[in-house]
Nanobody
Framework: QVTLVESGGGLVQAGGSLRLSCAAS????????MGWFRQAPGKEREFVAA????????YYKESVKGRFTISRDNAKHTVYLQMNDMKPADTAVYYC?????????????????WGQGTQVTVSS
C-alpha cells in the first residue's frame, strides 16, 4: 500500500511559479515511477509529467514542456513539479500518482495509487 500526499498548491498570477511536492509512504519508492496529472473543472483528468524510478527519464505534456520540470528525491521519498511561467490554462487540481512499474507512463490507467490532489489557480 502506497500513500501519497501532495502539497504546495495555491493562487499565483500569470507568469508566476509554484512548486508542488508529493510525499510517498509505503512500498519501495526508489523502484517505482511517479506522475503528475491535473483536472480542470468540467474536463477530463489529463497527464502533465512523469518520471522513471531513477529520475533519469522524464515525460511531459506538450503544452508544459519548457515551463514545468518533474524531479524526484529518492532519499526523501518525494517527487516535485516545478511550474514556471504559469498560465490561466494551468488552473486545475493537481494529483500525483505512483506507477509500481519502473518506467513511467502518460496513461492514467497505468498508475496504481493516487494522492488527494492540491488546487492550483492561476489568475490573469
Amino acid at each position: 500500500q502506497v500513500t501519497l500526499v501532495e502539497s504546495g498548491g495555491g493562487l499565483v498570477q500569470a507568469g508566476g511559479s509554484l512548486r508542488l511536492s508529493c510525499a510517498a509512504s509505503g512500498g519501495t519508492f526508489s523502484t517505482y515511477a511517479m506522475g503528475w496529472f491535473r483536472q480542470a473543472p468540467g474536463k477530463e483528468r489529463e497527464f502533465v509529467a512523469a518520471i522513471n524510478w531513477s529520475g533519469g527519464r522524464t515525460y511531459y505534456k506538450e503544452s508544459v514542456k519548457g515551463r514545468f520540470t518533474i524531479s524526484r528525491d529518492n532519499a526523501k521519498h518525494t517527487v516535485y513539479l516545478q511550474m514556471n511561467d504559469m498560465k490561466p490554462a494551468d488552473t486545475a487540481v493537481y494529483y500525483c500518482a505512483a506507477d509500481l512499474s519502473p518506467q513511467g507512463s502518460s496513461w492514467s490507467t497505468q498508475y496504481d495509487y493516487w494522492g488527494q490532489g492540491t488546487q492550483v489557480t492561476v489568475s490573469s
